[in-house]
Nanobody, 122 residues
């Protein structure tokens, strides 16, 4: 059973930065893709990006490309979402997820973190 524990959300002004963490445990992490999603009030869960733990292939949504960076730390078995140049429209609950597949659709991810709130003030 995979367990994902997120941390790092908070309140930041527009133009600022935040870094989210997602600690992975329970299985051989090298076989998984870590995805990041977000959900704003009244909206559907939205793909942010993913990284394949083995090989480090990344893919990002157009809305965050060039501002957000996904990475992993093998020693800490933790994934990260570095968010720069934040905008008010980035305000959402952010979730990390894990699955053996490379996927951009939330329904294809089997394991999920608890979510962390990111609020960007204007």
């Amino acid at each position: 059973q995979v367990r994902l524990v997120e941390s790092g959300g908070g309140l930041v002004q527009a133009g600022g930065s935040l870094k989210l963490s997602c600690a992975f445990s329970g299985r051989t992490f090298g076989r998984y893709t870590m995805g990041w999603f977000r959900q704003a009030p009244g909206k559907e869960r939205e793909f942010v990006g993913f990284i394949s733990w083995l090989g480090g292939r990344t893919t990002y949504a157009d809305s965050v490309k060039g501002r957000f960076t996904i990475s992993v730390d093998d020693a800490k078995i933790t994934g990260y979402l570095q968010m720069n140049s934040l905008k008010p429209e980035d305000t959402a609950v952010y979730y990390c997820a894990a699955d053996p597949r490379l996927a951009v659709v939330s329904s294809e991810y089997e394991y999920w973190g608890q979510g962390t709130q990111v609020t960007v003030s204007s």
